[in-house]
């Protein structure tokens, strides 16, 4: 669900980008308050992880569509709503600037969409409800499927709402969220079942974390997160460096939608302006375009082939590592940076 430049308006990117670096700005000064040299790490793995984790699109049958992960209800479980929408953010800003994976000028709809639902609506609202005290689970199964079918839902339909918003004739309201909503939700029920089994993995190594963050207050002094960490570590190794190569061929939701209605995956971009700007920077941060190494000028003058399925590929294999390794580099800094801010700040 990364929005492209070409969805929007320069408007309507940049309110979004007010609205997101304001919620940053937010969950940075509340996280302060509680932030523990425990979380910091924890933080890092988690977002190398979700980072890989969002490489793998699975095949929605029957629909020649496909999904990912969003990972913000995985996040907001395990770390709280203002850390997980700090590292959903490290995560967004990570793909956008050295992936390709989502346009500048979007880059506030998407932390939007994908950060503030599941982090600050479907977590408190939904998923602690349901969940109770964290001890049953079946209540973290249902609660897991629940809100973040609910928080794509609520992501899905910003996205069609931020196209209508930014005029774009060739998106007609109607048809494009008769189309969104429903692909959606099968990609969500698919991302609630897999947010379960980690947050149910998470109960059973540790229930002390779930405790702490559904409680907003720091993990104790005496409690060992190092057997958490390095199953984290593993895990985003190997679904940034193996599994990435199984993910599908298919095109996901948002392009799925846009295509279905206009013919074409994608629209065309602006040839000035502020986006036209924005994709010239965006070209030349990205060292890793779509996951992979850059192709050379030989290469981008020949047809492009179709797709290849499992894409056994170096380059993505090194895209999911060193995006999981920079990712990591970001949170730590961040969370460190907060932490030493909180320092300066005590009596």
Not at 247 to 260: N, R, V, Y
Request: charged letters at 15%.
């Amino acid at each position: 669900m990364h929005m492209a430049d070409a969805l929007l308006s320069p408007t309507v990117g940049a309110t979004m980008w007010a609205c997101s670096m304001a919620a940053i700005g937010y969950s940075s000064k509340q996280l302060k308050k509680n932030i523990d040299n425990k979380t910091i790490p924890l933080m890092g793995v988690l977002g190398a992880f979700i980072f890989a984790a969002m490489m793998i699109n699975f095949t929605i049958p029957g629909t020649g569509s496909s999904g990912h992960m969003g990972g913000g209800m995985i996040l907001a479980v395990i770390l709280g709503p203002y850390a997980a929408f700090l590292v959903m953010a490290s995560v967004l800003i990570v793909q956008a600037l050295f992936f390709a994976d989502g346009g500048l000028l979007a880059l506030g709809c998407n932390i939007w969409n994908l950060g503030i639902y599941p982090c600050f609506l479907a977590y408190p609202l939904i998923y602690n409800p349901i969940a109770g005290d964290g001890t049953s689970n079946r209540r973290i199964a249902i609660a897991s499927i629940v809100s973040v079918l609910i928080a794509l839902q609520l992501g899905a339909c910003s996205v069609v709402m931020e196209t209508l918003l930014s005029r774009k004739s060739e998106l007609p309201f109607g048809t494009f969220v008769l189309l969104m909503q429903p692909i959606h939700l099968a990609i969500g029920l698919v991302e609630g079942f897999v947010t379960s089994g980690i947050i149910t993995y998470v109960k059973k190594a540790r229930p002390e974390i779930l405790q702490s963050s559904s409680a907003y207050r720091p993990l104790d002094a005496s409690i060992s997160v190092k057997n958490v960490l390095v199953a984290f570590v593993i895990m985003a190794v190997i679904t940034g460096g193996a599994l990435s190569w199984f993910a599908s061929t298919h095109p996901d939701g948002l392009e799925w939608s846009i295509e279905k209605v206009t013919g074409k995956a994608e629209l065309a971009g602006q040839e000035q302006g502020i986006a036209h700007a924005l994709k010239g920077i965006q070209g030349k941060t990205a060292f890793l375009p779509d996951y992979n190494f850059k192709p050379s000028v030989q290469e981008e003058s020949k047809e492009k082939k179709s797709p290849v399925w499992p894409a056994i590929d170096a380059g993505t294999s090194v895209a999911g590592i060193v995006g999981g390794g920079i990712v990591l580099g970001l949170v730590l800094l961040i969370g460190f940076g907060i932490r030493f801010f909180k320092r300066k700040t005590e009596p």
